[in-house]
């Protein structure tokens, strides 16, 4: 189950403007184009490089205007956060929590009443710590990505 609508657009914001969000292919975007035009649609492509994991380029599939759809690719122009509201794109987080910890074994599980995602942080003989603990999976993926330190360059691939 994923958190409510509000919830998501505050996770979304704070991953993005720490800088920890990797964007993939399929993940649903949004994001301001200036004059009241905002573009929403699926990523086709990630390009260019920047330092850490924010800033990179998007390049839409489609987009609308108010009243006016746009059809088309589009590089996106301000900020886009991801719509963790979409299922596809929310479980794209996962990928990207592996990633910032460099752990291809990284998971999220249930513990009691929340849920708590597991890293290695010390290397891998000494097990998995709880790196991230929310009332929902996303909410801990979240909370471990923002807590991570960046331990490998924002081209690496992800896991």
Not at 64 to 91: K, M
Not at 117 to 135: C, F, K, L, Q
Request: hydrophobic residues 40%; proline residues 10%.
């Amino acid at each position: 189950m994923l958190p409510d609508p509000q919830t998501c657009r505050t996770l979304a914001r704070a991953v993005t403007e720490a800088g920890k969000w990797r964007w993939l292919p399929g993940m649903l975007a949004t994001g301001d184009a200036g004059d009241d035009v905002v573009l929403t649609g699926r990523v086709i492509d990630v390009y260019g490089s920047a330092p850490g994991y924010g800033g990179v380029p998007i390049i839409w599939e489609q987009t609308s205007a108010p009243n006016q759809p746009i059809r088309g690719r589009l590089t996106a122009v301000g900020p886009a956060l991801p719509d963790l509201t979409d299922p596809l794109t929310a479980a794209g987080a996962l990928p990207v929590f592996r990633a910032a910890y460099a752990d291809d074994g990284a998971y999220v599980a249930r513990d009691g009443d929340e849920w708590v995602a597991w890293a290695e942080i010390d290397g891998p003989d000494n097990g998995r710590d709880g790196v991230g603990h929310g009332p929902t999976e996303l909410e801990a993926t979240i909370a471990a990505i923002l807590a991570a330190p960046l331990k490998e360059s924002p081209d690496a691939p992800l896991r």
